[in-house]
């Protein structure tokens, strides 16, 4: 089964290739996280589960969701991770959520994908992110083709700097710096409520029409990258920067 976790599209798409490739059944994690139900689940091929990178890991919540479920039938575990550019040491800590729910970690598979992240980084125009998930396809391919022959990936180089990102900073990140004060609408703003439907924590309401955000934020960008005003700013820091969201699959 093909489990995930998508913000802005990528790790959907990604997905949703997978499923096709391997004829596997796909199931979308961040309705049943909006929801706030626990994952009770079966299959009898490898376990799938595709996401972003946040600060060098898979998503808090998407591990909450997985350590909170029951994964049955199959022990085999596959991670897929969406990428900007590298994934840290996140495999270490997949390794431990996978023996921590009696599962056999059989490596990760990172996919280089257009950057969402415009609160730190520059997203890319139009015409980059399609050349970046032109070439991110191929490596779709493999890992699809790796999965299905049911190969355990070999781990993946690791040096000082990974085990710090996905240690030290990933733990700073989530403490200091996922905050949602920063969080404003602007003008453009039109009530739509677009933000509100789209964010996995139901972390967003409308007063007065205008969007609040509450206190449970992952940074996902959806409320930023779908906003179909463009309306929504993140302090100073995304101001010109263009929004990002992936195109739908279409095999």
Known sequence: MIVYFSATGNSRYCAQLLSDRLGDSLLNAGAQIRQGVAADLQSETPWVFVSPTYAWWIPRIFAQWIRRGSFQGSKDAYFVM??????GDAQKYLADLCAEKGLTYRGLLPIVMPDNYLVMFETPTDAA??????????QM???????????????LPVKLL?????????????????????????????SCGKCR???????????????????????????????????????????????????????
Not at 129 to 138: G, K, Q, V, Y
Not at 176 to 183: N, R
Not at 215 to 226: D, F, G, R
Request: glycine residues 8%; aromatic residues 6%.
């Open 162 to 190: 990974d085990k710090v990102k996905s240690g030290m900073v990933n733990e700073g990140m989530y403490r200091y710096f996922i905050k949602t004060k920063p969080f404003r609408a602007t003008d453009r703003c039109i």
């Open 197 to 251: 439907e789209v964010c996995p924590l139901n972390n967003i309401s409308l007063v007065n029409g205008r969007p609040q955000w509450g206190q449970t934020c992952t940074h996902c960008m959806a409320c930023i990258c779908l906003c179909p005003q463009e309306a929504i700013e993140y302090g100073k820091g995304t101001r010109g920067k263009a929004r990002y969201h992936c195109p739908p699959y279409e095999g």
């Open 141 to 155: 391919e493999e890992a699809a083709r790796r999965i299905k022959s049911r190969e355990t990936v070999e781990p």
């Open 129 to 138: 992110a399609r050349e970046i998930l032109s070439a991110a396809r191929p």
């Open 82 to 87: 969406t990428c900007g550019g590298e994934t």
